[in-house]
C-alpha cells in the first residue's frame, strides 16, 4: 500500500518545507508592511509639503495685502496733506480786500505776487512818473488812463467794472500786467528809466 502522505523536505539549517513556506510568507507580510508604512510616510510627507506651501501661499498673500494696505495708507496720508498744503496756500494767498491811499493799497498787494515790500520803491518812482498816482489820471495824446495808465484804459475792465474810479481795480490790472510782462516792479521800473515807458 502507497503512502500518500507528502514526501517533507529537510533544509540544511534543519527547516523543512511548511516551515520554509511560512518563514516565506512571514517575510512577504513584513515586507508588505513595510512598503504599507512607507507609503504612508510619503503620503504624510507629501501632505505636510502640501500643507507647508499652502501656508507659505498664505503667508505670502498676507504680506501682498499688507504692503497694498500700506501703500493705500501712504497715497492717503499724501494726498490729505496735498489737500491741506493747497487749503494752507489758499488761505494765505486768499485776496484780502486791501484799503487806504493808493500806495497803502499798491502795499498790501505785492505778497500776492510773491515780492516783498522792498520792490514798493520801485513801484513808487514807477507810477509817480506815469501818474502821480491819479486814479483819474489820463494822457491827452495816448488816451492811456488811471494810475498804472493802461492803454487804453478799457483793457482794466479785466480786473472789475469799477475800472474809472476804483484805484484798487486799477492797481490789480497794473500789478497783474507787471507781473507778466516784466516780472515784478523793478523790471518795470529799470525799462522805464531805460525807455521812457513800460
Known sequence: MVNKQAAQTTWPDGTNTSQQTALFNEVRSLQGQQHAQQAEAAKAAAAKAAAAKAEAAKAEAAKAEAARKAAAQKAAEQAAAARKAAAQKAE???VVKPSGSPQQVAQQMLSQYGWSQSQFSCLQSLWFRESGW???????????????????????????????????????????????RYGSPCGAWSHSQADGWY
Open 92 to 94: 494765505e494767498t486768499a
Open 134 to 180: 491819479n486814479v483819474n489820471a489820463e494822457n491827452p495824446s495816448s488816451g492811456a488812463y488811471g494810475i498804472p495808465q493802461a492803454l487804453p484804459g478799457s483793457r482794466m475792465a479785466s480786473a472789475g467794472a469799477d475800472w474809472r474810479t476804483n484805484a484798487a481795480t486799477q492797481i490789480r490790472w497794473g500789478l497783474d500786467y507787471i507781473h507778466s
